[in-house]
């Protein structure tokens, strides 16, 4: 009988995540798992993120689905919840925006008519947050950024792909982490 070990959530900034378009199968059986590798080489399967939830709307038509907008410093995640995420919908429905919320999700990607890949997550878990909580996650966040950047030298199979799809720019990357953790120093 096999094991099943749940993946590690990644810790993504949204700039970096809607850059995100490569998606592939670890495998070729029905349950093999969906990944989405990021330019700075994050194989993800399900992600980490803390921010402000600044908007959020019932768009469902039969029941309950519901849009949010997360905000980073970097920049913005979309959440989507509904029926099959009922304790991530509950939260959205009851909580006030500003808020902070931590999430856990699963990364989805769509693609538009004209090509462009959309970026969202849906969540598996929300929890209401305090500002310490997410001024952490954003310094945890910016130090596993920079530390992917500098394996970018690596061979591992995920970091070449990674490379060859987007032609990672290091300096690009690094200075969004680097403006995260300034954007802590300003906020005090």
Same mark, same amino acid.
């Not at 399900?46 to 921010?51: E, N, P, T």
């Given at each position: 009988m096999a094991v099943y070990i749940r993946e590690v959530a990644q810790r993504i900034f949204a700039q970096e995540f809607r850059e995100s378009d490569l998606s592939f199968k670890d495998g070729d059986d029905v349950y093999s798992p969906h990944y989405l +590798?990021?330019? #700075? @080489?994050?194989?993800?399967?399900? *992600?980490? *993120?803390? @921010? #402000? +939830?600044?908007?959020?709307?019932d768009i469902g038509t039969d029941s309950e689905y519901w849009k949010g907008r997360v905000s980073d410093p970097t920049g913005s995640f979309f959440i989507y919840a509904g029926q099959y995420q009922p304790e991530a919908a509950q939260v959205l429905a009851e909580c006030e925006t500003p808020a902070f919320v931590a999430i856990v999700g699963k990364p989805s990607t769509y693609t538009t008519a004209d090509g462009s890949v959309l970026t969202?997550?849906?969540p598996e878990s929300i929890h209401i947050v305090d500002g310490e909580t997410r001024d952490i996650w954003v310094a945890d966040t910016a130090e596993r950024t920079l530390d992917r950047i500098s394996a970018l030298d690596d061979e591992d199979s995920n970091v070449v792909k990674a490379k060859e799809h987007y032609g990672t720019d290091r300096a690009y990357y690094s200075s969004m982490a680097l403006d995260a953790l300034r954007s802590l120093k300003d906020e005090i």
């Open positions: +590798l990021t330019p #700075t @080489g994050a194989k993800v399967n399900r *992600i980490f *993120i803390v @921010g #402000t +939830l600044i908007e959020k709307e969202s997550v849906r």
